[in-house]
């Protein structure tokens, strides 16, 4: 305590492998200001543009904040409510439930989540409750990251334990492969990547302001970069720099890609990709000398082949040797079980009675449309008419009169709209939690600094009351939050108890980073990697990656990237007032000479169409981005816009080569000027 001020730490538990400690000033028991924690590895002082604004605006305003329960007195998708009390609220969905499960449909009720808060608790908990009952889950990764989890499983193993980020000072080189940290990580932007002596590579379509920074910036076509890891293969054996003796000893499968790599030359590889062959050549040469660290984006895999990128650019690292010594690995992200975390804990899985189904985002709108499928929705830390696929399908599948639709949230969302029952959340500063950052290898305490607003329950809360409601009484359902956390701090090595790591913030549990991959024994039915996989073919996909390339875009189409914005959080903070100035009408960027060649001048208005839908924007006109790609930044609220869409009502859905994952990066549009 100074000056009547009291300072809290606690933790940024949003989506974003910052995961920034944060100080929250309280002035007479109120919050006066939320911004850095100065002594985090990350943020260092200063959150985010979006954080700072959002968590001292709209977050901690009461009037932005849905703050009752609610029940629907409009049409479905009027957003017309009526306040009610939790006990009505949830006496009446149990009833619904009940005469659900009743009469054998458990599964009809579907249930979306995702990454509202990334906290421990009340990120995982209410899944027991799903369990419990029977429900389908839609599969949270499928929106996001799944293809390239399933791609480096079939390869190495395991995806959720790539290197630990404190192990730059050993490489000599670190590759960006479809990230964009100067959006998606603004303090790795920021710090971590300038702060390391090894050499950038940056591979984006992109040339973001992390790609403009790097020593090495490869701009390949969208879609290309299996052929660009092949025509990289090629390099490097025509160096003499491929390590036979690593492949020998480690891998299995070379011999299943090895035509296909010398096919590829760097001159081809120019043609598939676009990437000069002298950059490839390049490029081949730095990574492969290493040692290197590979940080792979998930921009690269939501792509349809984006999970033969991935076994093509992870087939790169085993070819090269960058796998399992100082200063080299992979890594995608980092899971709770590198510090000795097992979410099965949180999720209970032996509540279920029999093996839950599990389907696809990809299969969401037409699932929600058939009464055969879904009789319940339940929606929480996910908002989906925002940031799902097929966006007018998903709106007429929500106008089901006979579909219960029961949203959680912080905010009077699109999704929320549809609902019969909104069910306020609390927020991450209202209640405590930890978490388990998907970057660094720490744990973080998220601290209660305020009263939750209104009647806000934390998610876990309200799923507990929801199974008394049920009637049921297995105590996982109702354990209560301390006890978690007390366990999951064991878990991770953290005897001293809760209090003392609010003090701290975070914590590293490994003091040292360990090597990745030390004991080169990998968790594939071989123990080695497999670049060539028998699972893969035992489940439908190809016995090895392929230096596969997308044919560009026909009859003057453009290919619409929808990367992560700078403003927003996914659709999170997209409603803030403030936030809003800074978004302001939707944009599309343009090469200039692919608008000149259009005959689109920058601010004017011109409208991107394809068979899923149609969708506004002003033209703006940017250097960054390549001939032949439109870029639209995710995250808007249809809602606020005057489309009443965002840029998902393009989105078509189409699945991965692997793991029915999204390829949200690979859609097309037709662009035309919709006014002078
Ligand atoms: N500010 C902000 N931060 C975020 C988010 C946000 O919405 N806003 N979202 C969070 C979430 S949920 C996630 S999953 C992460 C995602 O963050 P990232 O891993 O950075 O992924 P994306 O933002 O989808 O795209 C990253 C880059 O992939 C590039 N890309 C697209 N197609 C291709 C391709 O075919 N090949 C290559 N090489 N690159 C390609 C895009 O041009 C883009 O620059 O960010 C998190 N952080
Ligand atoms: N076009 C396009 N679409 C995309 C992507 C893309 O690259 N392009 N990226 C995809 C990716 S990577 C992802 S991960 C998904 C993410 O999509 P979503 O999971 O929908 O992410 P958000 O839009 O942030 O929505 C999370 C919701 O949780 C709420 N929330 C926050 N905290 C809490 C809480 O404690 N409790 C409850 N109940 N709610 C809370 C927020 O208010 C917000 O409405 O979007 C995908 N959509
Ligand atoms: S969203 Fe990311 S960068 Fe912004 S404050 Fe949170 S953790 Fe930090
Ligand atoms: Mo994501």
């Not at 002035?27 to 943020?43: F, K, L, Y």
């Not at 319940?376 to 639709?405: G, K």
């Not at 912080?410 to 959340?425: E, R």
């Not at 439109?630 to 840029?647: C, F, I, Q, S, T």
Request: with cysteine.
């Amino acid at each position: 305590m100074t000056d009547g001020r009291t300072i809290i730490k606690t933790t940024c538990p949003r989506d974003c492998y910052d995961s920034c400690g944060m100080n929250v000033i309280l002035e007479g028991g109120r919050i006066r200001q939320i911004t850095g924690d100065t002594s985090h590895v990350m943020s260092r002082g200063s959150l985010c543009g979006k954080c700072a604004l959002a968590y001292n605006g709209a977050w901690i305003d009461p009037q932005q904040r849905l703050t009752f329960p609610l029940k629907r007195v409009g049409k479905k998708g009027a957003g017309q409510f009526a306040r009610v009390s939790w006990d009505q609220a949830l006496d009446e969905i149990a009833e619904r439930l009940q005469a659900i499960t009743g009469g054998g449909g458990a599964e009809r009720i579907i249930h979306t989540h995702y990454t509202g808060t990334c906290s421990a608790i009340a990120g995982v908990f209410p899944v027991r409750f799903f369990k419990r009952i029977g429900a389908t889950e839609v599969d949270p990764d499928t929106v996001c990251n799944k293809a390239g989890h399933e791609a480096l499983r079939l390869t190495i193993g395991n995806s959720f334990e790539g290197f630990d980020p404190r192990v730059t000072q050993d490489a000599a080189c670190v590759v960006v492969w479809g990230a964009n940290p100067s959006a998606s990580a603004p303090h790795v932007h920021k710090h971590w990547l300038p702060e390391t002596a090894a050499r950038k590579i940056v591979i984006d379509p992109i040339a973001h302001a992390t790609a403009r920074q790097a020593d090495l910036y490869a701009q390949p076509r969208p879609g290309s970069d299996a052929a660009l890891a092949f025509a990289l293969m090629n390099a490097v054996v025509e160096a003499g720099l491929a390590d036979m003796g690593f492949v020998a000893r480690h891998v299995i499968g070379w011999d299943a890609i090895e035509a296909d790599v010398r096919a590829t030359t760097p001159e081809r590889g120019e043609a598939l990709t676009g990437v000069p062959a002298a950059l490839i050549r390049d490029i081949a040469v730095l990574y492969a000398k290493g040692p290197s660290l590979m940080w792979l984006g998930q921009g690269v895999q939501r792509q349809k082949m984006g999970g033969n990128a991935f076994r093509a650019i992870a087939a790169l690292c085993a070819l090269t040797g960058n796998i399992g010594r100082k200063g080299a690995g992979i890594l995608y992200l980092n899971g709770p079980a590198t510090r000795g975390v097992n979410m099965d804990y949180v999720v209970a899985p032996q509540l279920a009675a029999c093996e839950s189904k599990i389907i696809s985002h990809m299969d969401l709108a037409a699932t929600l449309g058939d009464p055969a499928k879904a009789s319940a929705l339940f929606c929480w830390n996910n908002n989906i008419v925002a940031s799902s696929p097929q966006q007018a399908l998903l709106r007429s599948s929500l106008m089901r009169e006979d579909l219960l639709h029961v949203v959680t949230d912080l905010f009077a969302t699109d999704t929320v709209d549809y609902a019969d029952y909104v069910l306020p959340a609390a927020s991450f500063l209202e209640f405590d939690d930890v978490l388990f950052p998907y970057f660094h290898n720490a744990v973080s305490a998220v601290v209660k600094v305020m009263e939750p607003a209104g009647e806000c329950l934390p998610n876990q809360d309200i799923f507990r009351r929801l199974s008394q409601k049920m009637g049921y009484n297995d105590t996982e359902l109702f354990e209560p939050d301390k006890q978690i956390i007390d366990v999951l701090l064991a878990q991770a090595g953290w005897t001293k108890g809760f209090d003392e790591l609010a003090k701290i913030g975070t914590i590293f549990p490994a003091a040292e980073p360990a090597t990745q991959f030390a004991d080169l024994n990998f968790s594939t039915p071989s123990g080695k990697i497999e670049i060539a996989s028998q699972q893969a073919v035992q489940a439908g996909y190809p016995l090895a990656p392929f230096p596969h390339a997308d044919d560009e875009p026909m009859n003057g189409k453009l290919r619409v990237l929808s990367p992560a914005s700078e403003w927003t959080m996914n659709s999170s903070y997209a409603n803030d007032t403030k936030i809003r100035g800074r978004l302001g009408h939707a944009v599309v960027l343009l090469n200039p000479e692919e608008a000149s060649a259009r005959r689109v001048l920058d601010g004017m208005l011109v409208e991107l169409a394809n068979n899923e839908g149609r969708l506004q924007l002003t033209a703006r006109l940017s250097s960054d981005v390549p001939r032949g790609v439109a870029l639209v930044h995710k995250g808007r609220w249809p809602k606020h816009d005057p489309n009443g869409a965002n840029v998902n009502v393009l989105n078509p859905g189409v699945k991965t080569d692997i793991g029915e994952s999204t390829s949200v990066h690979g859609i097309e549009a037709d662009l035309r000027i919709a006014s002078q």
